[in-house]
C-alpha cells in the first residue's frame, strides 16, 4: 500500500480522521476532503495528510479535487466516502434538509 493515494470525503472528523490515521500509517498518500475547512486542516496537521476543501454536492469541486489530488500525487488508487449529515429536528425537519442530507448522504 506504500506510495499509493487515497482521498477520505469527510475525512475531517469522526470515522473519517479515524481512517485517515489508519491509512497514513500504511504510508498511503490521504487526501483529506471536506467542507469544514477549519476541521479538516486540523485534521491533516495530526494525521499528516493533505487537505482539500471540497463541497461533494458539487461536481466542479469533486471535479477539481480529483485533479489537484492527482496533480500532488501522481495518482488516485482509493476513494474512501464517509461524508455525511445529520438532521436532528425530527419530524420538525423541513423538506429542504432532507434533500440536501440526502444529496450529501447518498448522492456525495
Known amino acids: 500500500m506504500n506510495g499509493k493515494t487515497a482521498i477520505i470525503s469527510g ?48 461536481d466542479e469541486e469533486i471535479a477539481a479535487l480529483v485533479a489537484k489530488t492527482v496533480e500532488e500525487t501522481g495518482r488516485l488508487d482509493y476513494l474512501v466516502n464517509v461524508a455525511c449529515t445529520y438532521l436532528d429536528e425530527g419530524a ?3 423538506r429542504a434538509d432532507w434533500l440536501a442530507a440526502l444529496d450529501v448522504n447518498i448522492v456525495g
Open 92 to 94: 420538525e425537519t423541513k
Open 11 to 58: 475525512g475531517a472528523t469522526l470515522i473519517g480522521q479515524g481512517i485517515a490515521t489508519v491509512l497514513a500509517g500504511y504510508g498511503i498518500n490521504v487526501v483529506i476532503a471536506d467542507i469544514n475547512a477549519e476541521a479538516g486542516e486540523k485534521a491533516a496537521a495530526a494525521t499528516g495528510a493533505r487537505f482539500i476543501a471540497t463541497d461533494i454536492t458539487r
